[in-house]
């Protein structure tokens, strides 16, 4: 079909001037007849973006653009509009709930993971479950513990009210901690739980309100490894040394193999009371036979330190060369806790060779490794070495204590340093010791 259409008042270019000419021809031509867009274009929902990094692109319609051909390109015959029309009422306009409807089939996996992995960060977070120890200890004596553990119970998961149990009892809540875990014992998602069960058995046995069963072989026969271990650690923590040995025992004749930090902290309990000496051998030569050791440089040092008091330097020595040969670094702690061992024992030569070991480290040292080296290099009779280190003490920020000031006092008098023993006496009384007396003698 033609159409003919006349122009009044428009200005024909020549058919060289630029495309922009030409299409305000067909603006002017179609200026009566209004053309109504696409409802999803006459109210849009907000300006087009670019698409980010990683969008899903699956609802754009791929473009059918192609080049320009040489008919496209062919203006002596007229515009086509019917074509044009045509073309453009063929595009699908998408209707905003249509859109919202189709993203939602893609969005929906996307939303369930990210509550499964809030959840997951909650239940774990040391805050979030140390704030609800926080929480339920501010609650009133007639209030139970549901009213705050019944806002999270969908995130929490075995294990997780562990550590809350812990934290009321560092709070003095042992109560509350009991009835947290019996709140607990009613959620099937978080119970049997043995975390919990320990926590809990800790707490009270550490507050002396742990109701020990007359026949306790029985009991921690059927009890679980953690429990017996939470038993032993509430009990040393409470100071019943006596029943804390006598878990043990009873793990031990059944041949419950219990983690060695436990021996560990029962050692440097036992080893504070000399009459209890003969109670510590037998662990420490339980630790030895084991094939498997797992020791802390904590737990390390401080089986060091009581077989230092007790006279059993092998055992030291055994465990600094195990601890090396693992692979790990030596702390301050141990370093010093081998070198006062050496010492006790009069071996000056191997101790000083620990010195030097842990000052090619670059290990820091602190005021109790100073005052050790210094008492060495006194029993050496190393005057040069012992001011070195004296001035290297001032010189981190350490004040001497009243020990170093007396060894300083005793290899100056040696010496013969008369000047220097009245020195060491005024800066010592400076600094609020007495040692007139040593001077005089």
Known sequence: MECTVSFSSVNFAPLGRTMCRYQRIILAAHSNRRRIPPKNLRYPRRSKLPPEFGVNLFLRKPSTTSEPTKEDMDFNEG???????????????WESDEIEAISSLFQAPSVVSSR???????????SFLVGLAREISRLNPDEDVSIVLGKWVQFLRKGSLSLTIKELGHMGCPERALQTFCWAQNQPHL??????????????????????????????????????????????????????????????????????????KLILELGKNPDRYRHVSPLIYELGERDELNLSQQDCTAIMKVCTKMGEFDVVESLFSWFKQSGCQPSVVMFTSVIHSRYTEKKYREALAVVWEMEASNCL?????????????VALNDLSR?????????EAGFSPTYGIYKDMLGIYMAAGRIAKCKEICKEAEIAGFKLDKYLVS
Do not use: C
């Open 79 to 93: 515009p086509d509009i019917e074509n044009e029309e045509e073309e453009e009422n063929t595009d699908v306009a």
């Open 191 to 264: 119970y049997p739980d043995d975390w919990i069960l320990a926590s809990t058995v800790e707490v009270l046995a550490r507050n002396h309100e742990l109701k020990v069963p007359f026949n306790l072989n029985k009991y921690t026969g059927v009890a679980g490894r953690h429990v017996l271990e939470a038993m032993i650690k509430g009990f040393i923590k409470g100071g019943n040394l006596r029943l804390a040995w006598k878990v043990l025992g009873v793990a031990r004749r059944d041949q419950r193999m219990l983690d060695p930090s436990i021996y560990a």
């Open 386 to 394: 012992a001011i070195r280190y004296f001035s290297k003490l001032k």
């Open 116 to 126: 499964a992995s809030m959840a997951k960060k909650v239940y774990k977070s040391p």
């Open 365 to 377: 040292f602190d005021l109790p490794a100073y005052r050790v080296v210094i008492k060495l290099f």
